[in-house]
């Protein structure tokens, strides 16, 4: 499941809430099917909070909205409760978070500026 694409990373990373809902609405997914749909998204956003404070500066704000997308994806995390900290020990999430960041160096920083913006002035 890696993600390879620039495009594809922006989108999960902005819309993970939104992809992940209509996702979870196709019911030809399976539960690991979501729940890997869930860790690429959070993935993507543990990469964000990790360069945006260098790209944008620190800011109460993002880092707020980066907790608020954390949060509402582990919510439609299924099968069991799952938190932030146990991620970090998951293989599977290992992978998709060294993907994320193989993806980030892919990017250019103008335009992880511009998804770092967009992060900032999320509203749910």
Avoid: W
């Avoid at 944008?56 to 509402?72: D, H």
Wanted: charged share 20%; hydrophobic share 40%.
């Amino acid at each position: 499941m890696r993600t390879s694409s620039i495009s594809r990373f922006c989108l999960f990373t902005l819309t993970a809430i939104t992809f992940s809902q209509m996702a979870f609405a196709n019911e030809a997914l399976s539960q690991a099917e979501r729940n890997a749909l869930v860790k690429e998204d959070i993935a993507g956003t543990q990469v964000l909070s990790e360069v945006c404070p260098t790209l944008i500066g620190k800011n109460a704000t993002f880092e707020q909205n980066i907790q608020k997308l954390i949060q509402t994806n582990l919510k439609a995390y299924s099968g069991q409760n799952m938190t932030f900290a146990a991620l970090q020990t998951d293989a599977e999430y290992k992978s998709l978070l060294a993907d994320a960041h193989q993806t980030l160096k892919e990017t250019s920083t103008d335009e992880q500026k511009t998804v770092c913006e967009d992060v900032l002035s999320y509203q749910e």
